[in-house]
C-alpha cells in the first residue's frame, strides 16, 4: 500500500524559505508514470495546485509562484521536497502531498494524498 | 487558462439524490474527477474520468459530464457525505491540474 507523509516546520517567519519533505512508503518516487505532487489549502480556501515533478525529474510549477517555488527529489531517501521563498501570512494554510496518476488518456488525477501539515507563517 | 466554476453550496435531505455541478467551457473533451474533503482530513478521489470509481468508494456516488458541465451525483445521501467537493481537469494546453473553487455539501 502506497502512503505519503508530509513532515516540516510547523511555523515559519516572514520573508523566510519553508521547506517541506514528503516520504513515500510502498513506490519508489523514480518509477514512471507518476507526476509527484504539492497541493495547499488556505483555511476555508479551495485546493490550489503548486507544481509537481515527474519521475524524469521534470517540474512544472503554478504560474502564480513560479518566482518563489521549487520541488526536488531525493531517490536516496524516496522522498520529495517542496521549498518555498520569501513567505508571508497569505502562504499560512495546510500543504499536501499527493501523487498523480492516468488512465486510459494522458488526462493527470491525484489518486494518492498524504493527510497534509499545517503551516503557520507568523513572526 | 482553463477555469471550473463550482456553486459554494449545496443542501440536499438524508436519502435524497444531491447534483453537484461543476461548469467549464466544452468541459465534455476533458475528463472530470471529484474529490471528496470531509473537515479536517485530506482529499480523496471519489469519481475519475467523468464516471469511473475507485475501489472502496460506494456505488451510490456516480458522475455525469455533458457540454458545459458535469455532474457529481450522490445517491441516497447520508451524513457522512457532508463534506466539500472538488472537482478537477488536466488543462492539456498547460500541462497543468486546474481544481474548480469547492462545493460544500450539506445534509440537512
Known amino acids: 500500500q502506497v502512503r505519503l507523509q508530509e513532515s516540516g516546520p510547523g511555523l515559519v517567519k516572514p520573508s523566510q524559505t519553508l521547506t517541506l519533505t514528503c516520504s513515500v512508503s510502498g513506490a519508489s518516487v523514480t518509477s514512471g508514470g507518476y507526476y509527484w505532487s504539492w497541493v495547499r489549502q488556505a483555511a476555508g480556501q479551495g485546493l490550489e495546485w503548486m507544481g509537481h515533478?515527474?519521475?524524469?525529474?521534470?517540474?512544472d510549477y503554478n504560474p502564480s509562484l513560479m518566482s518563489r517555488v521549487s520541488i526536488s527529489v531525493d531517490a536516496s531517501r524516496n522522498q520529495f521536497s517542496l521549498m518555498l521563498t520569501s513567505v508571508s501570512v497569505a502562504d499560512t494554510g495546510m500543504y499536501y502531498c499527493a501523487r498523480q496518476t492516468y488512465r486510459r488518456t494522458v488526462e493527470w488525477y491525484f489518486d494518492l494524498w498524504g493527510r497534509g501539515t499545517l503551516v503557520t507563517v507568523s513572526s | 487558462s482553463y477555469v471550473l466554476t463550482q456553486a459554494p453550496s449545496v443542501a440536499v435531505a438524508p436519502g435524497k439524490t444531491a447534483r453537484i455541478p461543476c461548469g467549464g467551457d466544452?468541459?465534455?473533451?476533458?475528463?472530470v474527477q471529484w474529490y471528496q474533503q470531509r473537515p479536517g482530513q485530506a482529499p480523496v478521489v471519489v469519481i475519475y474520468?467523468?464516471?469511473d470509481r475507485p475501489s472502496g468508494i460506494p456505488e451510490r456516488f456516480s458522475g455525469s459530464n455533458s457540454g458545459n458541465s458535469a455532474t457529481l451525483i450522490i445517491s441516497r445521501v447520508e451524513a457522512g457525505d457532508e463534506a466539500d467537493y472538488y472537482c478537477q481537469v488536466w488543462d492539456a494546453s498547460q500541462d497543468r491540474p486546474v481544481f474548480g473553487g469547492g462545493t460544500k455539501l450539506t445534509v440537512l
Open positions: 474520468y467523468d464516471s
Open positions: 466544452n468541459i465534455e473533451r476533458k475528463s
Open positions: 515533478l515527474y519521475t524524469s525529474g521534470t517540474t
